[in-house]
């Protein structure tokens, strides 16, 4: 299954490369995500929330409203993951705190576990960290 994916930072869709540098400067995710919507469910990731450094709730709530959307980034503790699926998320993309306790804890059938790479390496924290493993031991 491929899922089209709308990064989100400062309000606007982006691209990073290594959850650094921006490549793509897209601007408005809201008709992006009519285009994407047309093949089904499209993931949202807030980089801002992932990186510790705001938020864009307010906008992903306008587009968990209106498409079918996976919902991602900076969702570190069970009650956060929960709320977005109240709110309307069709799944919850965990990368950082997909461990097997957190998962226990959700409704498996609403959950995306996704791993960050770079070289490799497992990174966890926005891209920030290195987790010393490799993506086939996580």
Same mark, same amino acid.
Request: proline residues 4%; negative net charge; contains cysteine.
């Given at each position: &299954?491929? #899922?089209?994916?709308?990064?989100?930072? /400062?309000?606007?869709?982006?691209? !990073?490369?290594?959850?650094?540098? *921006?490549?793509?400067?897209?601007? /408005?995710? &809201?008709?992006?995500?009519?285009?994407?919507?047309?093949?089904? /469910?499209?993931?949202?990731?807030? !980089?801002?929330?992932?990186?510790?450094?705001?938020?864009?709730?307010?906008?992903?709530? $306008?587009?968990?409203? *209106?498409?079918?959307?996976?919902?991602?980034?900076? #969702? *570190? /503790?069970?009650?956060?993951?929960?709320?977005?699926?109240?709110?309307?998320?069709? =799944? #919850?993309? %965990?990368?950082?705190?997909?461990?097997?306790?957190? %998962?226990? *804890? %959700?409704?498996?059938? =609403? %959950? #995306?576990? @996704? !791993?960050? @790479? $770079?070289?490799?390496?497992?990174?966890?924290?926005?891209?920030?960290?290195?987790?010393?493993?490799?993506?086939?031991?996580?």
């Amino acid at each position: &299954m491929i #899922i089209p994916s709308i990064d989100l930072q /400062d309000g606007q869709a982006v691209q !990073l490369i290594g959850g650094e540098e *921006r490549e793509i400067e897209a601007g /408005d995710p &809201m008709p992006i995500a009519e285009r994407f919507a047309v093949v089904g /469910d499209i993931a949202v990731i807030d !980089l801002d929330a992932a990186m510790r450094k705001g938020s864009n709730a307010a906008l992903i709530e $306008r587009l968990v409203a *209106r498409f079918d959307c996976n919902v991602g980034g900076g #969702i *570190r /503790d069970v009650e956060t993951a929960l709320q977005w699926l109240d709110k309307g998320a069709k =799944r #919850i993309i %965990l990368g950082t705190m997909a461990k097997p306790e957190i %998962l226990a *804890r %959700l409704p498996k059938e =609403r %959950l #995306i576990a @996704a !791993l960050d @790479a $770079r070289h490799g390496e497992v990174v966890v924290e926005g891209w920030k960290e290195g987790t010393g493993q490799g993506i086939m031991e996580r």
